[in-house]
């Protein structure tokens, strides 16, 4: 039980912002929230990850409700090389995925 | 960048037989991960593997599976018997010691076992 909501699939046209969302409403004070990406065969990879407050990276940012039950990962500006599967996940030590959002970029 | 590399990329073996994966973790990483992936599943946990012994295992980690670190750079994840189900991605992962609990987990790009 992955323990997180995540739309099914989002679309997006190349080179606009993404707000890809995620509830996570029974997260325990400890839990980090984790973001990963499968894109196509491939293995998943890391994004981006936070605990309390908004975080960024070269890849997207991170912005964390202040009650902590929800987050959304933003890419500012999306790629076609930016479509995956997007997971949110919640915890400490193993990861638990879920089935994340399947992101369409269009040209 | 350093990345975590698996071989062979694909495998295909009989029912029955046994199959070993093989996993090259990050070199400075301390913790180890095995999870599969069923085509159009959920990426699933397998075992987690930290001072030459198993941490963390889930359901489908039964007896035929194990998992072993058997020189300083491998990480290999053997099945023994294998079986139909057993078809699938299989990934393995790292992370480094420092910040257990928020250091990336760095992950290959798979082992595509097919059992026939």
């Known amino acids: 039980d992955a323990k997180t909501t995540q739309p099914n699939s989002m679309e997006s046209n190349e080179e606009e912002p993404v707000h890809l969302p995620c509830n996570h409403s029974?997260?325990?004070?400890?839990?980090?929230i984790h973001w990963y990406r499968q894109l196509p065969s491939q293995g998943p990879e890391y994004v981006i990850h936070?605990?309390?407050s908004n975080v960024n990276n070269r890849m997207a940012s991170l912005a964390i409700a202040e009650d902590r039950k929800s987050s959304t990962l933003i890419l500012h500006r999306a790629t076609l090389r930016d479509a995956a599967v997007y997971y949110c996940?919640?915890?400490?030590?193993?990861?638990?995925f879920g089935q994340g959002t399947i992101l369409t970029v269009h040209p | 960048e350093p990345e975590v590399t698996q071989t062979p990329s694909h495998q295909v073996t009989q029912m029955g037989q046994e199959v070993i994966l093989r996993c090259v973790p990050i070199?400075?990483?301390?913790?180890f991960y095995w999870y599969r992936q069923i085509l159009g599943q959920k990426v699933e946990f397998l075992v987690s593997?930290?001072?030459?012994?198993?941490?963390?295992k889930s359901e489908i980690f039964d007896d035929q599976f194990s998992v072993e670190r058997p020189d300083g750079s491998n990480f290999t994840l053997k099945i023994r018997s294998t079986k139909l189900e057993d078809s699938a991605m299989y990934f393995c992962?790292?992370?480094?010691?420092?910040?257990?609990?928020?250091?990336?987990?760095?992950f290959g790009n798979g082992t595509r076992l097919t059992v026939t």
């Open positions: 992962a790292s992370r480094n010691r420092g910040q257990l609990y928020n250091s990336p987990l760095h």
């Open positions: 029974t997260i325990s004070g400890t839990d980090y």
């Open positions: 936070g605990l309390t």
């Open positions: 996940i919640r915890g400490r030590g193993k990861l638990t």
């Open positions: 070199s400075n990483h301390l913790y």
């Open positions: 593997f930290y001072n030459n012994e198993i941490s963390e």
